[in-house]
């Protein structure tokens, strides 16, 4: 039971939560005032950090140990250590951090309280886990009716498979995705990285916000429960593989950079690889451009692609045109850069496009003159990272980047001063292993 000794004494003036200042440029920021309590982990700390991004006041709530994000790969310097994960300084940013035991009765309590004045809460619990700790979404929003809780597991809170167990590759191959990625003569490959987490994390983002809305313009000031399902997040990015089966029985296949058809596939080049989609559905609107652009450049034997057969959809789909096509286009591809043939492509009205590497796009100029990369200080290190900047651009309202990723327990203290906590109490919790 809860400790009747280490109960707050109300008294002190820091407030638990802070009111965000202006963005860098002085302007305010969108979600000035807004109120997130962070309990996620890897699959919902990118929406966490998409509202802190934006003015919101976020406090992220870890164990006493840690969040399992600190314990993720890559590190700063290959050095394995709570404070430099990469991972969980760039999901982090912008957030104060508490470190708080929610097994125990006193860390629940910390969090009901700190629950009455939050708009949100991002969870990533296992289904019925934040219930058996009294923090389920109808105990909280019992004393606080506008709350919004957004909850980010594998299958949803509903279900046969609600209580599996799954990681990021898990909800990839059962939402679909995993399929259709890799070489025909493969088994599936996953693209880097945390991708059916950081789809889950923006929709839960978008969902969350359009919640908070709705509770705040609602005339019965309810909340809302966002239930969102990585799972199906995964399926929303299958474009037309399911319409396909649907309508016409076919299931889509592995392609990766084999041509689909004549004109469509990844090509090598003098520096990497290119992108072309000049043939099939588009091929009456780039066809044309593509072949006469080989013939200005003197590939030998280009013209004979206008003759009246490639006009057809079926006969591009054939092993005969894409292997012509390829003997034609392949080599002169390869004698030039990738720069020479996407703008020159582009010149000439033709969908080609670089496959670019990371280097490339951190050396892109496109992304340096919207200056979408910025420098985020590393404050264990003292370092300064170059990391990715907002998607987007708000005039009225600019992308903000108010402090680093916490250290562990880094606002703790101050976080429990404002909520009553004195000294005396403060310390008792820390002794007891309730906070860190």
């Known amino acids: 039971m809860y400790d009747a000794a280490i109960k707050p004494r109300i008294g002190e003036t820091v407030e638990a939560w802070s009111v965000p200042g202006l963005a860098a440029s002085g302007a305010p920021a969108a979600l000035t005032g807004i109120r997130v309590l962070d309990l996620s982990g890897l699959a919902g700390q990118y929406c ?94 019992a004393s606080n009716p506008k709350l919004v809780m957004t909850s980010v597991t594998p299958f949803g809170q509903t279900g046969p498979y609600a209580n599996y167990e799954a990681e990021d590759i898990v909800a990839l191959a059962l939402g679909g995705l995993l399929y259709l990625g890799g070489y025909p003569d493969t088994p599936p490959i996953a693209a880097y990285g945390n991708q059916a987490y950081l789809a889950a994390a923006q929709f839960a983002s978008v ?22 399902s990585i799972q199906e997040c995964v399926t929303m990015g299958l474009e ?41 559905i588009a091929s009456t609107r780039f066809w044309a451009n593509l072949v006469n652009w080989m013939v200005d450049e003197g590939v030998d034997g280009a013209r004979q692609l206008l003759e009246p057969a490639w006009e057809s959809h079926d006969y591009l789909s054939t092993p005969e045109a894409k292997t012509i096509f390829r003997a034609l286009f392949g080599p002169f591809a390869e004698r030039h850069t990738k720069a020479y043939l996407y703008q020159t492509g582009q010149s000439r009205r033709i ?62 203290s101050e976080i429990l001063a404002g909520l009553g906590y004195d000294a005396a109490a403060r310390a008792a919790l820390l002794k007891s292993g309730v906070i860190n």
């Not at 982090?92 to 009765?105: M, Y």
């Not at 080609?352 to 590393?378: A, G, M």
Request: hydrophobic share 40%.
């Open 240 to 280: 037309t593989a399911i319409q396909f089966y649907d309508l016409e029985k076919t299931v889509r296949k592995r392609a990766s950079g084999e041509q689909i058809m004549a004109g469509v596939g990844v090509f090598a080049c003098a520096d990497g690889q290119i992108y072309l989609m000049a043939g099939g």
């Open 207 to 228: 969902a969350s916000m359009m919640a908070l809305l709705a509770a705040d313009e609602g005339g019965d000031r309810t909340g809302r429960h966002v239930d969102v």
């Open 351 to 412: 969908p080609i496009c670089p496959v670019n590497t990371p280097w490339d796009i951190l050396t892109s100029r496109q992304l340096e003159y919207r200056s979408f990369f910025v420098s985020q200080k590393h404050e264990p290190s003292g370092r300064m990272l170059t990391v990715p900047g907002a998607p987007y651009q708000l005039q009225e309202t600019p992308w903000r980047q108010a402090r680093p990723a916490p250290r562990l327990g880094e606002h703790t």
């Open 48 to 141: 966490g950090k998409q509202f802190a991004d934006l003015g919101a006041d976020v406090i992220i709530v870890e164990p006493v140990g840690g969040s399992p994000v600190r314990r993720e790969s890559p590190f700063l310097d290959d050095r394995a250590h709570v404070e430099f994960s990469l991972q969980f300084a760039y999901f982090n940013a912008g957030k104060r951090g508490a470190a708080i035991d929610l097994d125990r009765p006193e860390g629940q309590h910390i969090v009901r309280q700190l629950t009455k004045n939050a708009d949100l809460i991002i969870e990533s619990e296992k289904p019925g886990l934040m219930e058996r700790r009294g923090l389920s979404f109808a105990s909280l929003v």
